[in-house]
């Protein structure tokens, strides 16, 4: 075993027992070109750490960015590629865990961010899907059906992300009539902080818990430059045993498990800070 698997395992909180780590996590995380991201590293490290000392009165935790590459987008295997060459990014370092789908990024200060692995799909019906703890690659344009059933033959979660008028019309009945007749046997829904706080939380939300299916927040950030701060913004948190050595496995674990309490954190956006994000995208501008 390296030393930085050594210095990874023994990242563990002092507080708490093994079985009951704080584990705090965004669960839709987009690295852009337009992003510097030693910035967004360090702010994500804030954001978590701001959030679970608000929260649970500690920053003994395990912070984790769950990560999805668009289409031709190779984030991800970029990173990889800075752990084999000791690249560092200002502060940071990217190092291996003992499995592909995941990296760990360590700061000077022995702070650790765990990166896994993930892709963003747009199927036949124009619906996101989420294909996260995998570095497979997925056909876009495919039926929802068989979409979801290529992530969770390659080891995936699957999960259907809110998105700004994304679930009304045809893909809202879509939607229904999966989370209806959900025949899937590992099936998530996101939210994410895009949604602005004066908006009522999606009837689809309260339905997938209506069907027992979880929700797994994250912030989505969009490609403008004054995202790059938002990543750990908003997220949720879990206790449970993290695998330092094979976090992306373990974390699946933990979110299968039926009894695992899985808790949102953060706030939706404000009111002006989404108008002037949706005219910067219609528009074209980077702020």
């Known amino acids: ?14 507080n708490s027992s093994p079985d009951d780590q704080l584990i705090i996590a965004d669960a839709h995380v987009h690295i852009y070109d337009c992003f510097q991201l030693d910035k967004l590293l360090n702010s994500a490290l804030n954001n978590f750490t701001n959030h679970a000392q608000k929260l649970t009165s500690t920053d003994n935790f395990t912070s984790i960015l769950f990560l999805s590459d668009i289409h031709n987008q190779e984030t991800f295997q970029q990173l990889k590629k800075y752990s084999q060459s000791n690249y560092h990014i200002n502060n940071w370092t990217f190092h291996y865990t003992q499995e592909k789908l995941s990296l760990y990024a360590r700061n000077q200060n022995n702070q650790i961010i765990v990166l896994i692995a993930g892709r963003q799909i747009i199927t036949a019906e124009k619906l996101e899907v989420l294909a996260l703890i995998t570095e497979q690659t997925f056909e876009e344009g495919l039926s929802l059906e068989v979409t979801i059933k290529e992530i969770i033959a390659a080891g995936g ?17 879509t939607l229904s009539n999966l989370l209806k007749n959900n025949i899937h046997s590992i099936l998530f829904l996101g939210d994410n902080s895009n949604r602005p706080g004066f908006w009522f939380r999606p009837f689809y939300l309260q339905l997938a818990k209506k069907q027992g299916i979880q929700i797994l ?10 995202e790059c701060s938002r990543p750990g913004s908003f997220g949720f948190m879990v206790r449970g045993r993290l695998n330092y050595e094979e976090p992306g496995k373990h ?3 933990i979110l299968l498990y039926s009894k695992t309490n899985i808790q949102t954190y953060g706030y939706l956006e404000s009111p ?3 108008i002037r994000n949706q005219l910067a995208m219609r528009l074209g501008e980077i702020f």
């Not at 050594?6 to 002092?14: A, C, D, W, Y």
């Open 1 to 14: 075993m390296s030393t930085n698997m050594n210095e990874l395992k023994n990242h563990t909180l002092s």
């Open 157 to 173: 979660i699957p999960v259907l992300p809110w998105g700004v008028g994304k679930w009304i019309g045809k893909r809202g009945k």
């Open 217 to 226: 927040p994250g912030t989505d950030p969009l490609p403008l430059a004054s």
């Open 251 to 253: 974390i699946k674990q």
């Open 272 to 274: 002006w800070r989404f």
